[in-house]
């Protein structure tokens, strides 16, 4: 690892935040966020002063024309702006008043699988013969007349349907009207790298890249082995929860498209690539490249998953640490537009408040989720009121629209993000927690976010320096060291509802910069010294560990 922090890039040294467009800011007043309310908030997200938010990358969920049958993931047309968002003169605005503020611009990018209204499928669909049928995924029923193959749909049911027309299935392992393209179709390839430059030429600065280890399958579509350790209470139709992801994801030749991609963002200079990917740790490193030649940030999922439990948290990140190659930058995330809300899954706001220094903290990329700043807990979507297939196919427990809510600006009746009802409910609780009240109140969780994002910008340790974890004999407390050859910071982590004396042997003195109850700024012992329940604390060390 290099020691010359004046090297790293911009995405190593910044921190992401996402926005999901429809729940961000309604200027239209038709119930649903819009570009021009990203424009109208992005002093708050960075303004240069450390009165606004901090971040320094935005990632913006997709705002393709689409029937938005799965949100804007199901996308009719990659080179353009759905007219419910804005149209691309707005995009351009954006983009330059993102950029004036420094501000760097992350487009979501959606490759495996189009809208079926996409003019590639309407073309595909309409004959065996046309030119463009390879595009996408077809094949015949077997004998019986059944699917393909045993693959599931991720929103439940099978991921084959039957075009009558021309009697062969389309694989889409979505909704069913979100086709699977065929990157093994050199044609198809060549108009999907050309969407890159499309948008690339218009100056973003990154892709977050949808589902992106599912964009090859098995040459021979196989059947997935069952998976023994499936829940055994999943809904009948979760035939996909049932399985194993052998053919379906991570197939070897992936890696030949991804070096693809990557050669078209550095055409470009130093653009970033993003990949939303799963899948255990040895298959996951591997989209950073062998010669560092394919994504700068493959999304380390893995701490969303962790129980709420130090030792839990360390493992994950030490392994993760492990495995990476000289030459790959970590990075985290904690929350998304398809989880529960953090505040909800790690248990209260206490420990939303620690999760937060956590992930700000630790070496490597943070991307925060739009309204996590605000502890935003689940919404509570009334059944009649589910918008997301997952949710409707898969079981209200499962909808992901509770993470979805609209962004809560002040207490006016719709939170300020629109004035009229929004395409998902305002969470209960937006007259006490909103922007505006939380920029006045010097303890709340964005108080906190702010002091975090603008600490970390101003201390090379922690946007730079080195990781390592230290031992200690207090239990349910997570310890480590973030240093550079000048600067050092201890953090101190405690998972436990109950307060902890912690000591750190080999060390005299230190000075809390910042403690998520936001109420002390002191010199301490290391020794021994105390913290409160769910306390975390950044401490600027003296001596040597
Ligand atoms: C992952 C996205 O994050 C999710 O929202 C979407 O439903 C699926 N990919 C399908 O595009």
Known sequence: MTNDLSALHWWQRGVVYQIYPRSFQDTTQNGVGDLAGIIAHLDYLNDGTSASLGVDAIWLSPFYPSPMKDFGYDVADYCDVDPLFGDLATFDRLVAEAHRRGIKVIIDWVPNHTSDQHPWFIASRSSRDHSQRDWYIWRDPQPDGSPPNNWGSFFGGPAWTLDPATGQYYLHQFVKEQPELNWRNPALRAAMLDTLRFWLKRGIDGFRMDVIGLIIKDQDLRDNPPNPEADPNLPPNDLQGRLLHVYNMDQDEVHDIIREIRGVLNEFGDRCGIGELWGPLPRWVRYYGEQSDELQ????????????????????????????PDFAWPNYVLGNHDQPRLASRFGGQAQARLAAMLLLTLRGTPTLYCGDELGLENGIIPPEKIQDPQGKNLGAARTRDVTRTPMQWDDS????????????????????????????????????YRRLLWYRHQQPALYGGRYRPIDVEADNCFVYVRETDDARCLIVLNFAAEARQVTIHGEDNGTIVLSTHLDREERVTLTSFTLRPYEGVIIELEGRV
Not at 298 to 324: G, H, I, K
Not at 431 to 447: F, G, H, I, K, Y
């Open 297 to 324: 940030l493959p999304f380390n999922f893995r701490l969303m998953y962790e129980p709420w439990r130090a030792e839990a948290m360390r493992q994950s990140v030490d392994e993760m640490e492990a495995a990476l």
């Open 413 to 448: 009746r719709y939170a300020g993000f629109s004035m009229v009802e929004p395409w998902l409910p305002v969470s209960t609780d937006f007259a006490t927690r909103n922007v505006a009240q939380q920029l006045q109140d010097p303890t709340s969780p964005l108080s906190l």
